[in-house]
């Protein structure tokens, strides 16, 4: 079972920055994808960003150039750098790890305010 720990989240004004962390430990098999959903009220569950075990990456429209996603393999460790941060980037970002099988976080909540 991979328990997952995510922080960083937070209240920022727009334009701002906040980074994202979450670490993911009691994984018997590799971990090949780790990534960044999030889900704002009324809406769905959507991809923000993710990266694969050698580094390849893909974002959302919506946050390319603002968001970068990055990983450190030695700690599993997945981190989201968000800059220039807009009111509608405010939900609850979740991670998410994939070995052969999707766990997710306990979700971390990131508002921007206008």
């Known amino acids: 079972q991979v328990q997952l720990v995510e922080s960083g989240g937070g209240l920022v004004q727009a334009g701002g920055s906040l980074r994202l962390s979450c670490a993911a430990s009691?994984?018997?098999?590799?971990?090949?994808?780790m990534g960044w959903y999030r889900q704002a009220p009324g809406k769905q569950r959507e991809l923000v960003a993710r990266i694969t075990s050698g580094g390849s990456t893909n974002y959302a429209d919506s946050v390319k150039g603002r968001f970068t996603i990055s990983r450190d393999n030695s700690k599993n460790t997945v981190y989201l750098q968000m800059n220039s941060l807009k009111p509608e980037d405010t939900a609850v970002y979740y991670c998410?790890?994939?070995?052969?099988?999707?766990?997710w976080g306990q979700g971390t909540q990131v508002t921007v305010s206008s």
């Open positions: 998410n790890v994939q070995t052969i099988y999707s766990y």
């Open positions: 009691g994984s018997r098999s590799s971990i090949n994808v």
